[in-house]
């Protein structure tokens, strides 16, 4: 279904219009030109940690065998992103499946057959290679992983949740935030908290273990202690400055889209550069409280619904102008944005999701994955991180108020 809407409504007219996978695909360029794991604006051998390492590397290996920047390449690229999209609707399934009262189970083939046809998202997700179908991945393996060690903590099944966990955050940095409140829910609701305590140190030790050769990689190239991604407080800038942007835009302050800002990181480096950009963004938040709360609000509640906020869907056309296509496609994307929304905040507001095990494991990623996005800037990409999630939350929430009327309509028929 993925591949269909990519190839017959948004086909991809190579990796140009793709403007060469952006600093991603430099990044991916640069370790296949023998320039190790280098800056993302330059064709140079100044060290970066501006992505984590395994889509970088991944690419790196595709254009080793098919050609950097060549058709063959980003075929390959596309058909991985849908085969990780299967592979992660199995992974749903598995996991609805084990939470799920037996009542509910029939409407799993359901819940796949949506998981399946909505998650190809938004077509700037969708014909934009990144690194989200890994993520995607990463992140459903941490849940399976979290559902199976809440139920028991053992000492195998810690290290198997740490040792995910710390593969996810090889792809993108931003899954710390779900490990951490993983960890802390399953704690403060288990009866042997000391035991579920313990756990945790194991599960965050071999998260730490798989993170450990990055660091200490980074540590090498830029002489300073560097765990994760150095491209934190320049993405937190881009929404925290006079100018500030709630979607992210061509006047972003970011070296991707602003010459000025690529011309200072290539003259002061990517460390400086971070440094300039940490203390410019604090000095503004301390100096704008208000200003900076408007916009968190504002990203919050546009984040859920920024599909509907870009040009490429509506773009600067009025209705009457549109095709019928044209037409049927805005009250498409309309349906799949406001529908799931609607269902999940139902199902969290009426109880709907009191008899499925471990409910949290759905609402808290929720929660958690859009927070560094509020803070920083929203893009209708991002909004790709959830969008699966939010499905199977509506998906669930409806099958348990479903279950729920037909058991009441047969107690009071007896």
């Keep these: 279904m993925r591949a269909t809407c990519l190839l017959?409504?948004?086909p991809p007219r190579g990796w140009l219009d793709l403007e060469n996978g952006f600093e991603l695909g430099q990044v991916a360029s640069n370790l296949?030109?023998?320039?190790?794991?280098?800056?993302?604006?330059?064709?140079?051998?100044s060290p970066t940690s501006w992505f984590m390492p395994a889509v970088p590397l991944l690419w790196a290996a595709i254009f080793k065998l098919l050609g950097a920047f060549s058709d063959a390449s980003l075929a390959a690229i596309?058909?991985?992103?849908?085969?990780?999209?299967?592979?992660?609707?199995?992974?749903?399934?598995?996991?609805?499946?084990?939470?799920?009262?037996?009542?509910?189970?029939?409407?799993?083939?359901?819940?796949?057959?949506?998981?399946?046809a909505l998650v190809p998202?938004?077509?700037?997700?969708?014909?934009?290679?990144?690194?989200?179908?890994?993520?995607?991945?990463?992140?459903?393996?941490?849940?399976?992983?979290?559902?199976?060690w809440h139920r028991s903590p053992s000492v195998k099944r810690s290290l198997l949740f740490g040792a995910v966990t710390g593969a996810t955050l090889l792809v993108n940095s931003v899954p710390l935030l779900l490990f951490a409140a993983l960890l802390l829910q399953s704690v403060v609701r288990s009866s042997d908290?000391?035991?579920?305590?313990?756990?945790?140190?194991?599960?965050?030790?071999a998260c730490g273990t798989m993170l450990l050769p990055w660091a200490a990689r980074n540590y090498r190239a830029h002489g300073a202690f560097v765990p994760l991604r150095q491209n934190t407080w320049v993405e937190i800038r881009q929404g925290n400055?006079?100018?500030?942007?709630?979607?992210?835009?061509?006047?972003?302050?970011?070296?991707?889209?602003?010459?000025?800002?690529?011309?200072?990181?290539?003259?002061?480096?990517?460390?400086?550069?971070?440094?300039?950009?940490?203390?410019?963004t604090i000095a503004y938040v301390t100096q704008n409280p208000g200003e900076t709360a408007k916009r968190t609000l504002l990203r919050a509640a546009f984040f859920w619904l920024s599909d509907l906020f870009h040009e490429g869907v509506y773009g600067d056309r009025s209705w009457a102008e549109k095709s019928l296509f044209e037409k049927l496609r805005d009250v498409g994307v309309l349906l799949v944005v406001?529908?799931?929304?609607?269902?999940?905040?139902?199902?969290?507001?009426?109880?709907?999701?009191?008899?499925v095990e471990a409910a949290w494991l759905l609402t808290t990623p929720l929660l958690v994955l859009p927070l560094p996005y509020y803070i920083s800037h929203i893009h209708p990409t991002y909004f790709a991180s959830v969008k699966a999630l939010l499905i199977l939350t509506a998906v669930a929430g409806a099958g348990e108020a479903i279950r729920r009327a037909r058991v009441e309509r047969g107690s009071s028929r007896a």
């Excluded at 908290?193 to 030790?205: D, F, M, Q, T």
């Excluded at 061509?250 to 940490?278: F, K, T, W």
């Excluded at 406001?338 to 139902?346: E, H, K, M, N, S």
């Design 32 to 45: 296949f030109e023998g320039r190790g794991m280098s800056s993302p604006f330059e064709d140079g051998s």
């Design 121 to 148: 998202e938004h077509f700037v997700a969708l014909t934009r290679p990144w690194y989200w179908g890994l993520q995607k991945l990463g992140v459903a393996l941490m849940l399976a992983c979290a559902l199976l």
């Design 338 to 355: 406001v529908t799931p929304l609607v269902l999940a905040i139902l199902a969290l507001a009426r109880g709907w999701l009191r008899e």
């Design 78 to 116: 596309y058909a991985l992103e849908s085969l990780l999209a299967g592979a992660t609707a199995c992974v749903w399934l598995w996991l609805l499946r084990s939470m799920l009262p037996d009542g509910s189970r029939r409407i799993l083939p359901l819940a796949a057959v949506l998981v399946a």
């Design 8 to 10: 017959l409504l948004f």
């Design 193 to 205: 908290k000391r035991r579920a305590a313990s756990g945790a140190c194991v599960a965050v030790l």
């Design 241 to 280: 400055n006079p100018n500030g942007s709630i979607i992210q835009g061509l006047d972003s302050l970011h070296p991707n889209v602003s010459e000025q800002e690529r011309a200072l990181y290539r003259e002061i480096g990517e460390r400086a550069y971070e440094a300039r950009a940490r203390s410019e």
